[in-house]
């Protein structure tokens, strides 16, 4: 079983940066690919981004692609997510997801095993 908090939401200008932390519990977490994934009101949760269980491959949405840099340290049981240049399109509730260990990345909801209770990030113009 893994368990997942986040935290380092919160409100920030336009043009600004955030540091998303999620810790984890549970001994394979050094095996398992992680995702941030966000939904903003009303609307359907998405992809934000994954790293393999190594950390050796990213992958990222279109839309924060260049701006958002994802990372894990699986001495530390953490997976961050670096958001820099943010834009009020980037307010939504941000949550991390484990999959099962050994499996690969993805940008799929339903792959993903374990989730995390949500932070919320706020961007304002």
């Known amino acids: 079983q893994v368990q997942l908090v986040e935290s380092g939401g919160g409100l920030v200008q336009t043009g600004g940066s955030l540091r998303l932390s999620c810790a984890a519990s549970?001994?394979?977490?050094?095996?398992?690919?992680m995702g941030w994934f966000r939904q903003a009101p009303g609307k359907e949760r998405e992809f934000v981004a994954a790293?393999?269980?190594?950390?050796?491959?990213?992958s990222y949405a279109d839309s924060v692609k260049g701006r958002f840099i994802i990372s894990r340290d699986n001495a530390k049981n953490t997976v961050s997510l670096q958001m820099n240049s943010l834009k009020p399109e980037d307010t939504a509730v941000y949550y991390c997801?484990?999959?099962?260990?050994?499996?690969?990345?993805?940008?799929?909801?339903?792959?993903?095993?374990?989730w995390g209770q949500g932070t919320q990030v706020t961007v304002s113009s």
């Open positions: 790293i393999s269980w190594s950390g050796g491959s990213t």
């Open positions: 997801a484990a999959r099962r260990p050994s499996l690969a990345k993805s940008s799929l909801i339903d792959e993903y095993d374990y």
């Open positions: 549970g001994r394979f977490f050094s095996r398992s690919a």
